[in-house]
């Protein structure tokens, strides 16, 4: 366990339903993120957040909704994906910014 | 897996050697550098860091090296074991508050 803890750790949905990933981290850090890592491209930033207001949207699709609700719980509503959506969706969270990382162990999605 | 399917570097070792992994980073402004690693079904977890002000520093069994002039960060693993093998990348903070960048990663198998 890093303090940083992803569930599901696999979902597989179809494109019409509606799923969240959920990442909580215990490390009393002020920052988390969700990245992106598929076949195609490696690390791909999504969200940050920081003191749960939202600093980055990387240019990210609206079928994929972040929430914030404070400091130690990062959510991703997803809605009516693609099958290229499916990837590990990997949560991080950092104390300072800039600082290392830590990441949770992700959760494996698969669009059918 | 993740990665599966990127053209990754790739490095063979045998078990015993020392891997010497290199990463080039983008921005001659960048201050901080990271290298993570990523086992298989798992997110990335950090290895070790530098800032800018050193060339070098060693952890146990790692040492990461980095050279400004030619914006190059490279990753010594001495005695590189079986459970090295994983997805090593490179990251690196361009200034202020922006999130880490991330390399594209090399792939080490180890070689029993």
């Known amino acids: 366990e890093t303090g940083v803890t992803q569930t599901p750790r696999h979902l597989v949905m179809g494109m019409t339903n509606k799923k969240s990933l959920k990442c909580e981290q215990h490390l009393g850090h002020n920052a988390m993120y969700w990245y992106k890592q598929s076949a195609k491209k490696p690390l791909e930033l999504m969200f940050v957040?920081?003191?749960?207001?939202?600093?980055e949207n990387n240019s990210v699709p609206s079928r994929f909704s972040p929430e914030c609700p404070n400091s130690s719980h990062l959510f991703l509503h997803l809605h009516t994906l693609q099958p290229e959506d499916s990837a590990l969706y990997l949560c991080?969270?950092?104390?300072?910014?800039?600082?290392?990382?830590?990441f949770g162990s992700g959760t494996r999605l698969t669009v059918v | 897996g993740e990665n599966v399917g990127l053209h990754l570097p790739t490095l063979s070792v045998q078990e015993g050697d020392n891997s010497i992994i290199n990463c080039a980073y983008s921005?001659?402004?960048?201050?901080?550098f990271i290298w993570y690693k990523q086992e298989s079904g798992k997110g990335p977890q950090f290895i070790i860091d530098?800032?800018?002000?050193?060339d070098k520093r060693q952890g146990q069994r790692v040492t990461v090296l980095l050279n400004k002039t030619v914006k190059h960060l490279s990753l010594q693993i001495a005695a590189t074991q079986p459970g090295d093998s994983a997805v090593y990348f490179c990251?690196?903070?361009?200034?202020?508050?922006?999130?880490?960048?991330f390399g594209k990663g090399t792939r080490l198998s180890v070689i029993a």
């Open positions: 957040y920081n003191f749960k207001e939202q600093t």
């Open positions: 991080a969270s950092s104390q300072d910014r800039p600082g290392g990382y830590t």
């Open positions: 921005n001659s402004a960048s201050d901080y």
């Open positions: 530098i800032r800018s002000n050193m």
């Open positions: 990251a690196e903070n361009i200034g202020g508050n922006t999130p880490l960048v």
